[in-house]
């Protein structure tokens, strides 16, 4: 299903689009930089109450049992505003790992306490989606590092891969349980990843959430649908970063004409205009893909994920050119979307690792 056929998604994205106009305050995001958790507490209590982070949790789990059309909307118009947070890694990614795991109590209890923000699950991986290296004695303790986890200075609890044995476990760890520490790391934008230490950390079936396949099934899963999600949100960038420029080069003179009348920056601007389509056609497609079919949807992620993350950084680019040297500077706005394009962009695989991925799968990126 397509954003433009999806009449619940046009409505939330125009709450959403709603809430930035409000919202939006980018001295506060300045401000928040370098700062833990990371983001406003005051906005994230709003957007607890407005009932995003319950979105893709289905209703039998005490969510809103939604859809990634859902979320995607959402998260394109936030991104607007740079207003969302830690809203992907813990309404999106570290949810739908849950969700995609087999029923049990743990479970059920975590995914319960999504939607009203009393549970914030980060799933513990590396910021380009491998394992991190976790290992385990018998089951009764696990011990060893995740690097880069998204959200994870926010999170109330962890979801560990861990490898006991021959055999992957995916185990909820409270994020105050004996043994785990975490240090923050900084992104481009500011923004935290947290480098987790776990030494000796007591685990039993209690925290058991998948096992074996279905712990591989349930990470691969989630990390695709979070992909999809995260182009929309890469998308959202990029047609806001367009939008401020093309408003720059209608009111930039120079050689006593505004600099959008000449030829070549009109060309450019239809270069960065068609990229920005593209992104949008193929988060659609994804959008669109058959829930049913993991290996469709896998495809379909790498291909929205690729695509948006090409087009932002390019259109990012092309943005700091086209402003001159006024976009190089920290009072301009404009390197706030960039930063921000350039980290959600790397996150889970960039361009280059998409199309890696897409080529491994035997196909070929277009």
């Not at 370098?34 to 982070?53: C, F, Q, R, Y």
Request: glycine fraction near 10%.
């Amino acid at each position: 299903m397509s954003n433009a056929d999806n009449s619940l998604a046009n409505e939330l994205r125009a709450s959403a689009e709603r809430f930035v106009a409000d919202k939006s305050d980018h001295a506060r995001n300045r401000a928040l930089r370098k700062s833990l958790p990371g983001h406003d507490a005051a906005l994230w209590d709003e957007i607890v109450a407005m009932g995003w982070l319950g979105i893709v949790v289905p209703e039998a789990d005490g969510g809103i049992g939604l859809g990634l059309p859902e979320m995607a909307a959402i998260v394109g118009s936030l991104e607007k505003g740079l207003l969302s947070g830690p809203l992907i890694e813990l309404a999106v990614l570290g949810p739908r790992a849950l969700v995609h795991a087999p029923t049990g109590d743990m479970r059920s209890t975590l995914l319960s306490g999504v939607g009203d923000g009393s549970v914030r699950i980060a799933l513990a991986m590396g910021s380009n989606g491998a394992l991190p290296v976790v290992t385990g004695d018998e089951g009764t303790h696990i011990s060893g590092q995740c690097a880069e986890v998204a959200g994870g200075a926010a999170a109330t609890h962890f979801l560990i891969p861990a490898k006991i044995g021959d055999v992957l476990r995916l185990v909820a760890v409270s994020a105050d349980a004996p043994g785990l520490s975490l240090a923050p790391h900084w992104r481009a934008d500011g923004t935290p990843l947290a480098a987790l230490s776990l030494d000796g950390v007591v685990i039993d079936d209690a925290m058991l959430i998948a096992r074996g396949a279905d712990a591989h099934a349930a990470i691969a899963r989630a990390l695709d649908e979070t992909r999809i999600v995260a182009a929309a949100g890469l998308t959202g960038l990029s047609e806001h970063m367009l939008a401020m420029t093309i408003d720059y080069i209608k009111v930039r003179q120079q050689f006593d004409a505004v600099i959008g009348s000449f030829q070549a920056i009109q060309h450019k601007s239809v270069d960065l205009y068609i990229q920005k389509e593209l992104a949008i056609a193929t988060l659609g497609q994804a959008l669109g893909a058959d829930a049913g079919d993991a290996a469709a949807l896998s495809l379909a992620a790498i291909r929205a994920k690729g695509r948006a993350s090409a087009a932002a950084m390019r259109i990012g680019r092309e943005a700091i050119q086209l402003h001159g040297a006024i976009g190089f500077t920290e009072e301009h706005d404009l390197g706030l979307f960039v930063k921000r394009a350039m980290v959600l962009s790397a996150w889970l695989g960039n361009a280059t690792v998409q199309r890696r991925r897409y080529i491994e799968k035997g196909q070929v990126f277009a």
